[in-house]
Every structure is written in structure tokens, then in C-alpha cells.
């Protein structure tokens, strides 16, 4: 199985309060795990990653969660703010024979208001 | 550093003609992976090139093909298109061996 999943669909948080966005996935081959942060009209940019051996990372107001045994990760972004609206995707990657195949989520649509 | 670039950034076709997407990579990388982007939906793989062969391809019938040229740029070709081909596709770059993908603007395909 190559799915990931991600919830909520769409989020509506304060400014300054914390916004958390959660995957989940199937394929325990994944070895890597990054978030995307899209704005309309414009393609996916990488925000933060995280490998499996890790279990948070964080930068600046990012900080993934990261629990392998329950195949989970999360993104949390503290003190948000308007800026930050934007669509949300996760992902996940593996490598076979040297090459990468990544399997995206469905996206959530944050909205962070005054 | 242009990043990723890709054009043209719109197309509109009808159905049962062909088209062709181009892609200019991060400069220092090797790596070209394209991806569908249906509206609401996250990417959809499509397939990834490297050293002008394509080394992975997601579940997409023949009619997409690509394309990789010495200079690492690479096109997307659709051929027979379909109503439901119109998308948002994206053009990711990457150095061989290493994880981190850098997207361009895409190209939003519509197909009347």
C-alpha cells in the first residue's frame, strides 16, 4: 500500500495559536517523511523533513512529531499567523534501486484569522 | 539560482490532441520527477528521469511519456488527451542520492 493519509481537510485556527495537521501511512519501507506548504497558483515548497529514526524535529515554528510504531506523523506550527495560509501536504518517500518515489497526501487548507 | 522553471505556465487544448510540458531543473541537478495535480488533490506521481531514462513511473497509462535531455531539462508529453487530464502539473528536481525535491510554478492544463 502506497497511501497516505492526512487530516483535517481544512483547518481554521486563531493567529497565535497552534495549528496541528496529522498523516498517517502504510508502508513501513518509507524512510522518509517531508511536509509541503502550497499558496495559490504556485507549486509545493518544502518546509521541514524527518526520517524515521527521529522522532521530533523542529525549525523555527515547525516541528514535526514523528511515532513509527503507530505509522503517524504530525505537523505543528506554533504562534501562527496569517502568513501560514496556505494548503499543507505531507508525504512520504521510499527508495528503490537508488531512486525516490514519493506518495503525497490530500492536503489541508489552513486558514489562520486575525 | 533561476530554481525550477517550467513552461509554459498555461495550455488549453481540446480533447484527442497532444501536448508537451517542459521543465528546467535547480541548477547542479540531475534529477527530474513530474507530477499531476488534480484541483483539491495532492500530486500525483507521474515518473522520474535520470541520466535520460525514466528509473520510476507512477500508476499513468502510456499516453504520458517524457522526455530527458543532456542538459538535465526534461519534457512531459500527453498524448489522446482526456477530459480529466486537465490538472496542474509539476516538474520536481532533485541531486541523485539525496531526498529533498524542489518544485517549480507548474503548468496548468485545460481540456475543453
Known amino acids: 500500500q502506497q497511501q497516505v493519509k492526512q487530516s483535517p481537510q481544512s483547518l481554521i485556527v486563531q493567529k497565535g495559536g497552534i495549528s496541528i495537521i496529522n498523516c498517517a501511512y502504510e508502508n513501513t519501507a518509507f524512510d522518509y517523511f517531508p511536509w509541503y506548504q502550497q499558496f495559490p497558483g504556485k507549486g509545493p515548497a518544502l518546509l521541514i523533513a524527518?526520517?524515521?529514526?527521529?522522532s521530533e524535529k523542529k525549525e523555527g515554528r515547525f516541528t514535526i512529531s514523528f511515532n513509527k510504531s503507530a505509522k503517524q506523523f504530525s505537523l505543528h506550527i506554533m504562534d501562527s499567523q496569517p502568513g501560514d495560509s496556505a494548503t499543507y501536504f505531507c508525504a512520504a518517500s521510499k527508495r528503490s534501486g537508488g531512486y525516490q518515489k514519493v506518495t503525497f497526501g490530500t492536503g489541508t487548507k489552513l486558514q489562520v484569522i486575525p | 539560482d533561476a530554481g525550477v522553471t517550467q513552461s509554459p505556465t498555461h495550455l488549453i487544448k481540446t480533447r484527442g490532441q497532444q501536448v508537451t510540458l517542459r521543465c528546467s531543473p535547480k541548477s547542479g541537478h540531475d534529477t527530474v520527477s513530474w507530477y499531476q495535480q488534480a484541483l483539491g488533490q495532492g500530486p500525483q506521481f507521474i515518473f522520474q528521469?535520470?541520466?535520460?531514462?525514466?528509473?520510476q513511473r507512477g500508476n499513468f497509462p502510456d499516453r504520458f511519456s517524457g522526455h530527458q535531455f543532456p542538459n538535465y531539462s526534461s519534457e512531459l508529453n500527453v498524448n489522446a488527451l482526456l477530459l480529466g487530464d486537465s490538472a496542474l502539473y509539476l516538474c520536481?528536481?532533485?541531486?541523485?542520492?539525496?531526498?529533498?525535491?524542489?518544485f517549480g510554478p507548474g503548468t496548468r492544463l485545460t481540456v475543453l
Open positions: 524527518i526520517r524515521p529514526d527521529v
Open positions: 520536481a528536481s532533485s541531486l541523485s542520492g539525496v531526498d529533498e525535491q524542489f
Open positions: 528521469y535520470y541520466e535520460e531514462e525514466e528509473r
